[in-house]
């Protein structure tokens, strides 16, 4: 690639367009989330000014349940002293950084992050226009590489601070690139392994490498007189064996601790998470999910080897509670089990740092099953952040697959429902366990129908939460007990699935005029209706937790990253992080018993 190729979706046209999209999603999520105020103009027309007043932002929207914005980007318009002027993603931030509470510290950062975004979203609108049913009918990684929005709430969403261009092009999900995983020799002295308890480590890495590789990995450290049984196969992100290890970790590696092996056989995909991967040389083996220190949407994504010691345990104990439960059977659903876990532990690093700092996260690997061993004739993949994407048309993938199932949307969410929300649902009020159910952390199984079969959740053991203070858990679980208020603990329901990803479904589906928020809304409290007539000994609990009260807690996600876009979360105590904002009418509260 020359230097000007990689610049090559950076035109002043495809510039613009990125922009107007990203104050499009900025102006309508601010106003979700009460940072901005817009002003009735009448007919669906609203104004926002700057912290000064003499800039003005005119649009008009559409307004959903849940206090939702759709923005028509065609119509926003920036003036000033009576002239229109164009528009400018960093100088927007600018102008109403007081109203967003951008501080002096946060506020550079930020832009990087919008910069870097937008770069993305101009790379996307580059690439060879893709219908929305084209890629319904596209393969797993065709549709996660092919997705171009990202977070539905989050603005500055594809932050990905510390990629270089060149890197972008290498390792960003969209662009699709096969990327070989660098492979390191770890001192056992450092590095521990831990899995499931059907898997071993000599075990794993035989299936994971071919003994070809295996031979050629132990020349390496023989022919430096090592002894291979001294160590373990650890595999990494080569950005951060490039940027990061090599560096940051020179004297473990001038000291032999570490070893670089060189490239493994298999070519892998980046996932939408960016730091992990899809083996497409051999999709049955696992995914891989490596340390990454790269800045991305409020987190440096790293993997701590201290959470990767108890990961595997953590899975085999859910995996043995969605055995056993009938609900939960009867619905298919399943997880993705992260079955094994190795972590470097840099002594020096440690002995600097407290157990959240990002040095104790920059060497760990996991590996997570596949899905496609699961998948039985005639079924296929999509992961559920897919179903709000929307082409260059204006089409979305649900509606795509709603027409090739050949029923009516309202049918078609029944399905879909029973498979995704159920489970939730019933995790919740059985166990007191909420997962973190964004449409990256779902994979759906669809027919080849178009209709959804069954969910599978992935992500298990850093996204779950177990919030009964009583509940009896093995010791190497008890690391997900989290102490949530009671008034809380149904926001894992309120804010996760109605407010950060129904909201956006339905207005999309009612945008492109397949139902009314009415019939979607009936779907999901039909969902909810049949599961609790199912389990009616849950009565008190549905009761404590009403799915149907009048309203909940919005709960604002992007002013969590406004506020502090290095860690958004303390994860030690994330209940305690959240930013509630006032109150947000539940949809559900129609459809009441």
């Given amino acids: ?40 103009l009448g007919e669906d027309a609203y104004r926002v000014a700057s912290d000064d007043g003499a800039t003005e932002y005119r649009f008009t929207a559409r307004r959903f349940a849940l206090d939702h914005w759709q923005i028509d980007p065609g119509s926003l318009t920036r003036h000033r002293d009576g002239a229109e002027l164009p528009l ?73 601070l510390g990629f270089g261009v060149h890197e972008y092009h290498a390792y960003a999900p ?23 308890a059907d898997l071993g480590y000599e075990s794993l890495i035989a299936g994971e490498l071919s003994e070809q590789t295996r031979t050629r990995f132990a020349g390496r450290l023989t022919a430096l007189g090592l002894d291979p049984a001294d160590y373990l196969l650890l595999p990494v992100h080569p950005w951060q064996w490039w940027n990061k290890l090599s560096v940051t970790f020179a004297a473990e590696v001038a000291q032999q601790r570490l070893v670089c092996l060189g490239e493994g056989d298999d070519e892998y995909l980046a996932q939408q998470s960016i730091r992990t991967f899809f083996n497409t040389s051999a999709p049955r083996k696992h995914y891989v999910k490596t340390a990454m220190s790269v800045l991305n949407m409020g987190f440096m994504r790293g993997l701590s080897a201290a959470y990767m010691e108890a990961t595997p345990a953590i899975n085999d104990w859910l995996a043995r509670i969605v055995e056993q439960d009938e609900v939960l059977r009867s619905v298919r659903f399943s997880i993705i089990r992260e079955r094994a876990a190795i972590g470097y532990r840099h002594r020096q690093y440690e002995a600097a740092t407290d157990r959240y700092s990002p040095y104790r996260k920059m060497l760990a690997a996991l590996w997570r099953e596949s899905p496609v061993d699961s998948l039985e004739p005639g079924e296929r993949l999509a992961t559920m952040a897919s179903l709000v994407h929307a082409d260059h048309e204006g089409r979305s993938f649900a509606g795509a697959l709603i027409d090739e199932s050949g029923l009516t949307p309202a049918e078609w969410l029944r399905g879909y429902l029973r498979a995704s929300l159920t489970p939730l649902l019933h995790s919740f009020y059985a166990y007191d366990l909420a997962y973190m159910p964004h449409g990256e952390n779902v994979i759906l199984v669809l027919g080849e129908d178009g209709t959804v079969r069954r969910a599978i959740f992935k992500d298990i053991a850093e996204e779950i939460v177990v919030m009964d203070p009583d509940a009896v858990l093995p010791p190497a679980v008890e690391r997900i007990r989290a102490e949530v208020p009671e008034d809380m603990k149904l926001l894992s329901v309120f804010t996760d699935v109605f407010d950060c990803f129904f909201r956006f479904l339905a207005a999309q589906l009612v945008t492109e005029g397949r139902l009314d928020e009415e019939t979607f809304w009936g779907a999901v409290a039909e969902c909810v209706h049949a599961y609790q007539s199912s389990v009616p ?57």
């Fill in 88 to 160: 400018d993603a960093l100088e927007f931030f600018i102008e109403l950084r007081a109203a967003l509470g951008l501080s002096e510290r946060i506020l550079p950062v930020y832009l990087e992050e919008i910069s870097s975004t937008l770069s993305g979203t101009a790379y996307k609108l580059a690439k060879k226009p893709v219908t929305a049913a084209e890629l319904a009918r596209s393969g797993f990684q065709a549709i996660e590489t092919g997705m171009t929005e990202g977070h539905p709430c989050f603005v500055a969403n594809n932050g990905r």
């Fill in 1 to 40: 690639m020359t230097l000007t190729d990689a610049v090559a979706h950076l035109t002043p046209g495809l510039w613009e367009r990125a922009v107007r999209l990203l104050i499009r999603k900025a102006l309508a999520e601010f106003a979700h989330e009460r940072l901005l105020s817009p002003e009735p």
């Fill in 174 to 196: 969209e662009a699709a690139s096969p990327i070989r995983l660098i492979w390191l020799a770890a001192s056992r002295e450092n590095a521990v392994f831990t899995s499931g």
């Fill in 537 to 593: 000994q849950l009565a008190e609990r549905f009761e404590r937790y009403d799915l149907f009260a009048e309203e909940f807690a919005l709960s604002a996600l992007n002013r969590l990253q406004l506020r502090d876009n290095q860690q958004m979360v303390d994860l030690a105590d994330p209940s305690a992080a959240l930013q509630l904002v006032g109150v947000l009418k539940n949809p559900l509260a129609g459809f009441a018993p």
